[in-house]
């Protein structure tokens, strides 16, 4: 997956959802909900991002990474990205070592400061629990 590949959903108010195509925040405005308080600015990031999992009957496997450090970076779902497509907006297809196929999409909706993230199971898979932890910050 190349790292460089970045993403950005506008909502016309001012405000963004942005990040890479690995997934992997490296940057400050990297957020999954950056709002516009005063349109179009003052800026406050609400939601920078989430860690998320599922569990299925054969183990647990991430779908998202973290930079903790400059050398850091946990725990491993980026490894799982198999297709990455920014168009019509962003969305992500992960591979399980179990065969279990993720699908995921961001979308930022024009003239709402708000960003939906929608998973599916992709195929006859059975018994898949989805977990998602949001990490929320309201910094500028």
């Not at 168009?87 to 993720?102: A, M």
């Amino acid at each position: 997956m190349n790292t460089s590949k970045e993403w950005i959903e506008t909502d016309g108010l001012g405000g963004f959802a942005s990040g890479t195509a690995n997934g992997i925040r490296t940057r400050r405005y990297h957020a999954l909900l950056l709002t516009a308080m005063t349109p179009p600015t003052g800026r406050v990031a609400l939601v920078n991002g989430f860690d998320a999992w599922i569990e299925t009957p054969n183990g647990k496997f991430a779908l998202t990474s973290q930079r903790y450090a400059p050398d850091v970076i946990s725990p491993d779902g980026a490894q799982r990205i198999v297709e990455f497509t920014h168009e019509p907006w962003p969305k992500w297809r992960f591979r399980c070592e179990d065969g279990t196929e993720i699908e995921q999409e961001d979308f930022v909706e024009a003239g709402k400061s708000t960003c939906t993230v929608l998973w599916r199971v992709i195929g006859e898979q059975r018994n898949v629990k989805l977990f998602a932890r949001p990490f929320l910050s309201g910094r500028d």
